[in-house]
């Protein structure tokens, strides 16, 4: 289902019947599993993911072969992003209630292209063009400021926000955009930031906002063992 596996005769799995009315996903599955639909079986790695415990556990978390940890805060998503776990892991955030989110997740090979499952959306993240991004915003903040701007961000965007939902997320400031055409500081920094994609803003959304975030690693435990 999930994986895609072959499953040998013999091997263990599960039956999977998922209700036609309630169960929306078959979009992510690959072809041949949708098309054994609601009669389909499920190799016995996928079956826990199929559990309800185990998918509102880790709506938001980052999970790799070392452990598993949280990400429902700016902090903790403030450590993934400064010091990743050791590689590979998935990502996964969710932009709704509850998503089926594993079944779509890349994984994150190398610590320097972040992969994130955002909803149905992959998020990637150049972490070198982050950090450059981050130095830029600040910098250009700090120069619209000494030009009498009011900057009360550290960074000249209209919005930045982690949940993507704002129309002018990203969006460079009006005023900000015309100083900079005659202060050629301020341009080169404003460049850099036309560079940052959909998964750098995100980013960026968290580690300027106004109050700095200590990065802190949150463990996710599981309250029971996933059996119902
Ligand atoms: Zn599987």
Redesign the pocket.
Known sequence: ?????EIAEGAPCVRWRPSAKTFTDWISLIPEAAHSGPSGY??A??APWLKNTLLTATQQCVISKHGAWLLRTDAARAWLLRSPPEPPFVVLISDAMKQHLIWRAPFTLDPALLQIQFGRRTLRIDRALLERGERAAAEAAEIAREHGLKMPSRHPFSSLDRSRADPVHGVLRTDVVRLAANQPSLAARLETLRQLGEGELWALAILSKAKTETPAATPLTLKRTVDG
């Open positions: 289902m999930a994986c895609g596996t499920v190799c790695c996928c």
